[in-house]
């Protein structure tokens, strides 16, 4: 079964500081990854997504992450934070396995962005 | 762009009492979907539906929950006899086909309180 793993619950950064959250997910055959955001008391935003093609894909707000088949990694990076990007942010793989598509989540990774 | 809309955006009430979840999918869409993520983790599947019948669902879909499609536009989820734990935000999504993710879209949530 497919797995997506974040390791850091919790990431503070100072604004205007860079940022990486990292997601790794397990699987054997090609997929497709995403990653949402979820401000305080509301739903899941799409952010970016990978389908195909190039590994390094842009998404909303700034925000980019690189697909790397060998590391089995799909990394969250912006150059710059905002006060306003504190969120939980989460990372998402396609399962296809048992004939219905949907989505694996991660268990997130709290952004927190400091004066 | 076309949303799919949830309502209430948050309920709340007694244990033992049932629940319906109301959504409405984009209007081409096939494919429907319920997503549950208890407070402070990781957002999980529970069902997918599809020509008017369950295609999957997860092993927290119990007998407790249930799905229709009572009309052309709406989805529901109900709960029959809600427990302290059904406590959750609850996402519906929907997409145009099972195969893929090209315009699957999450719903806002319903932010479900027992109490």
């Known amino acids: 079964a497919q797995s997506v793993t974040q390791l850091d619950s919790q990431v503070p950064v100072f604004e205007e500081a860079p940022v990486e959250l990292r997601c790794n997910y397990s699987s054997s055959v090609s997929v497709y990854l995403f990653w949402y955001v979820q401000y305080p008391n509301q739903g899941l935003q799409l952010l970016l997504k990978y389908l195909s093609g190039s590994t390094l894909v842009k998404g909303i707000n700034g925000f980019e992450a690189e697909f790397n088949k060998s590391q089995t990694s799909f990394h969250l990076r912006k150059p710059s934070v905002h006060i306003s990007d504190t969120a939980e942010y989460f990372c998402?793989?396609?399962?296809?396995?048992?004939?219905?598509?949907?989505?694996?989540f991660g268990t997130g990774t709290r952004l927190k962005v400091l004066a | 762009e076309p949303e799919v809309t949830q309502t209430p955006s948050h309920q709340v009430t007694q244990m033992g009492q049932e629940v319906i979840l109301r959504c409405v999918p984009i209007?081409?869409?096939?494919?429907f979907y319920w997503y549950r993520q208890i407070l402070g983790q990781k957002v999980e599947f529970l069902v997918s539906f599809y020509n008017n019948e369950i295609s999957e669902k997860s092993e927290i879909f119990d007998d407790q929950f249930s799905v229709e499609r009572p009309d052309g536009s709406n989805f529901t989820l109900k709960i029959r006899s809600t427990k302290l734990e059904d406590s959750a935000m609850y996402f519906c999504?929907?997409?145009?086909?099972?195969?893929?993710?090209?315009?699957?879209?999450f719903g806002s949530g319903t932010r479900l309180t027992v109490v």
């Open positions: 209007s081409n869409h096939l494919y």
């Open positions: 998402a793989v396609s399962d296809f396995t048992s004939g219905t598509y949907k989505y694996i």
């Open positions: 999504a929907s997409s145009p086909s099972g195969q893929g993710p090209y315009g699957y879209t």
